[in-house]
């Protein structure tokens, strides 16, 4: 799709920005542990600040279901991004109406203000009208920089986007870039990498992949239910064992449109779940105990995995292929992830990751920064992945 940046915007003197932001950071003792959303909404920010607007941030904090909790507050958040940008970021004790409309007059151009938890208000959630009109008055354009709520059809994501002139932040931008270079317009050859637990929370996901990727492997226990389709013993593994019917018709869509499916050839079993637990690397169809557990993929499997993605000019990932978090079985997850790093540095791959377990997996791999994008985005990746409409993206189109 199209959509305007702020590179479509020249001069905004005299003018407010409403720009939708993620700060629904984790906090412990009232301090932020984490303070990526924060930084990775300075660029956009700061471009408006160098445009001359006034910028006025909404985002939302936790779940307080349209009431005022005031643990939920996002005053906060202030004085952190202050620290970040080297000024000071007023704080506004409402997200609409008198407060908000007073701090923003006060302030000067360039100007930034935070706005008070956009989820304090009922309307929010629900996409009210009313409520988006509320917000659209504090602004003279919109400017949408939380992918990762995008997914969801709010007022300040979605409503507001219809009433103001609406633009893609700079973080937004270049998760739609990166998303569109690896499944709206791809150069191919394509694969995918899709793990996790369970078959069941991404039907969607391989149905829609199938039909785009020329191959796709799959991990995790997510794989164990499509051996035990194809007959293959996995004793006492994770395993929807009443998606079997499922997971035929899947592989059979796959050969139909040309993808290939990848499935373990090897896998690696334990009988107790926990780190350095003994363990033994076994071929496919080999005989399992019924206390045996598949808790990775094996050497074989990587190695075919490897020689697949080196002949490929797309990846995308979202998923692990065994349980990483318990060494060892984070070897073919570790090894995956390091050469498709290798690949990409190398300029022969676009990797495109994301997903909470798919980042973290990649984390401990050492990765992150070597590949061409990794999302934290989480649900709303995962939704454009099972190809879904995005409320938030498709308003700014």
């Known amino acids: 799709m199209t959509f305007k940046t702020l590179d479509d915007v020249t001069d905004l003197h005299g003018k407010t920005a ?49 009431k005022v909790v005031p643990e939920m507050s996002l005053k906060f958040v202030a004085p952190a991004l202050s620290a970040l940008l080297g000024t000071t970021v007023a704080f ?32 929010e959630e629900t996409n009210d ?58 150069v191919r050859p394509t694969i995918g990498i899709v793990g996790g637990s369970k078959v069941s929370t991404k039907l969607d996901l391989l149905k829609n992949l199938v039909g785009k990727l020329d191959a796709l492997a799959i991990g995790g226990g997510m794989a164990n239910t499509f051996l035990y389709a194809q007959g293959h ?18 592989l059979k869509e796959a050969e139909a449109k040309g ?14 779940f926990k780190a350095h637990a003994a363990n033994r690397t076994v071929d496919l169809g080999a005989v399992l105990s019924a206390d045996d557990k598949i808790f990775d993929a094996g050497p074989r499997t990587v190695a075919q995995l490897k020689d697949v993605i080196a ?41 495109v990751a994301g997903g909470g377990d798919t980042v973290a997996a990649l984390n401990h791999a050492g990765v992150v920064q070597d590949m061409t994008f990794v ?22 189109g």
Request: hydrophobic share 45%; glycine share 8%.
């Open 92 to 123: 506004a004790s409402d997200c609409v109406g008198p407060d908000a409309t007073e701090v923003l007059k006060r302030m000067p151009q360039g100007g930034v203000a935070l706005l008070e938890n956009v989820r304090f208000h009922a309307g």
């Open 233 to 250: 013993e996995v004793g006492d593994s994770l395993c929807e064992k009443d998606l079997k019917d499922t997971a035929l018709e899947i």
């Open 129 to 186: 009208p009313e409520f988006a009109v509320q917000l659209a008055a504090l602004g003279d354009i919109y400017v949408n920089d939380a992918f990762s709520a995008a997914h969801r059809a709010h007022a300040s994501t979605e409503g507001v986007a219809h009433l103001l002139p609406a633009y893609a932040g700079e973080s937004m931008r270049r998760e739609l870039d990166a998303l569109n270079a690896a499944l709206g317009a791809p």
């Open 18 to 66: 409403l720009v939708r932001v993620d700060f629904n950071v984790p906090v412990e003792d009232g301090q932020i542990t984490d303070d990526t959303r924060l930084r990775v909404a300075l660029p956009t920010i700061e471009k408006l600040q160098k445009l001359g607007a006034k910028v006025a941030l909404l985002a939302h904090f936790d779940r307080p279901k349209g």
């Open 311 to 351: 002949n490929s000019k797309t990846l995308i990932w979202n998923g692990p292929l065994g349980v990483f978090e318990l060494p060892p079985f984070d070897a073919a997850t570790v090894a995956a992830a390091k050469f498709a790093a290798e690949q990409t540095q190398s300029g022969k791959l676009v990797a």
């Open 259 to 272: 993808c290939r499916i990848l499935l373990p050839l090897d896998v690696v079993v334990a009988q107790e």
């Open 375 to 396: 999302s934290t985005a989480g649900g709303a990746f995962l939704e454009w992945m099972e190809g879904k409409d995005l409320p938030g993206v498709s308003a700014l």
